[in-house]
């Protein structure tokens, strides 16, 4: 490579790389944690149930929908729409989200959460606490898309550097062994061939993390891209219709056993009631997932007549929008056990170590500059 385009991607390295990494670190330390969110939610005492997966079996859904509005109206003082139900599957809890109306904000939603094997009331769950904050604070910086979209550009540019650093570790290698470490030389040379290693060693962890990362910052106009034309497209005759009477709602029951003799494989994420963002006015709209770590993130999308329990639709969510479910997955490794997490949070660290190594590089240079 001549010197001249060496100059060029070392400039494209070095901005790119400056832009977003403060932001990149701090993704990084609020990632950390949120890699084994599930044990540290058991560490705090939030056990998992034990049972069969609310996903495959357990007590009547008209049941435990009639239980969570009655709960709703305790405590509200007022009655209550059902909104969405919840399914896990891993153990016997089920979820049901209640609003005083059918296109409630997401404020005014509450989630009830029960035992589907025993029909026992878990108790009602609040969006909050530390790791509810974490979240948010790597997803959206607390600031709802505007965050989202500005970290999707820290990570596109991520990328940027990533590419541009391996195109000047090439020429670097040709005089170097792999994983030298100039230990005899400056301390600057030193911290130059870390820098190196380290960048080198991530560097597939760091494009699937950026790459994903990315993606999911545009989860938000994705969805709602999908939602205008794909699950538009499934409602169909049922666009026209005015919104559907509470009271007229059918059996979920009824519902779900249409959904599930098209799909029999597959076992329901979460159901989607009349009148809300993710259905349509006259329908229930069931959501499938696979039993496999990767495509119980995959979705496929049922439309039930709320009244009738007649199917309207069913079909596969297009390749955007199962990249996108993918995606979330694999930035936090949770579909391989406690060992991927491990290697995660070590990668985690060690990026940490490269991009704070590379601010010291910089400003190094740029006080000898001076």
Not at 91 to 115: C, H, K, N, Q
Not at 149 to 175: E, H, K
Not at 283 to 310: C, K, M, N, R
Request: glycine share 10%; proline share 5%; with cysteine.
């Amino acid at each position: 490579m001549q010197a001249r385009a060496i100059r060029q991607w070392a400039w494209v390295h070095t901005w790119t790389s400056l832009i977003c990494t403060l932001a990149l670190i701090m993704l990084c330390i609020t990632g950390l944690p949120l890699i084994f969110h599930d044990e540290i939610e058991a560490m705090a005492g939030e056990q998992a149930l034990s049972g069969p997966a609310s996903a495959r079996t357990g007590g009547g859904l008209d049941a435990i929908v009639a239980r969570a509005k009655d709960d709703y109206a305790r405590t509200a003082g007022h009655a209550g729409v059902p909104l969405f139900i919840g399914f896990s599957g891993e153990d016997p809890l089920i979820t049901v989200t209640v609003g005083p109306r059918a296109d409630a904000a997401e404020a005014e939603m509450r989630l009830f959460s029960y035992d589907r094997s025993t029909g026992r009331a878990v108790g009602e769950v609040h969006h909050d606490g530390v790791m509810a904050f974490l979240l948010e604070l790597h997803t959206d910086l607390l600031l709802g898309l505007p965050g989202m979209l500005f970290l999707g550009a820290m990570g596109v540019l991520f990328i940027g550097a990533i590419v541009s650093g391996l195109v000047l570790y090439v020429p670097f290698m040709r005089r170097l062994a792999f994983g030298t470490l100039r230990e005899d030389r400056s301390a600057r040379v030193r911290r130059l061939d870390e820098h190196n290693l380290l960048g080198v060693v991530t560097l597939g962890w760091a494009l699937v993390i950026g790459g994903t990362g990315a993606i999911n910052a545009f989860a938000d106009p994705l969805v709602a891209n999908w939602r205008q034309s794909e699950l538009a497209a499934m409602i169909g005759a049922n666009r026209a219709q005015g919104p559907l009477d509470p009271a007229r709602y059918g059996s979920i029951d009824r519902a779900m056993a249409t959904a599930q003799a098209a799909r029999p494989s597959l076992s329901p994420q979460f159901v989607g009631f009349p009148g809300g963002a993710w259905s349509a006015r006259h329908a229930y709209a069931i959501f499938f997932q696979g039993d496999t770590p990767l495509t119980s993130h995959v979705l496929t999308p049922a439309l039930v007549d709320a009244e009738t329990g007649a199917l309207v639709d069913i079909r596969t969510m297009p390749l955007t929008m199962q990249a996108l479910m993918l995606s979330k997955p694999l930035h936090f490794g949770d579909y391989g056990g406690l060992a991927l997490k491990l290697v995660w949070a070590l990668l985690d660290l060690a990026t940490i170590r490269v991009l704070w190594s590379g601010i010291l590089l910089w400003w190094g240079k740029r006080r000898r500059t001076a």
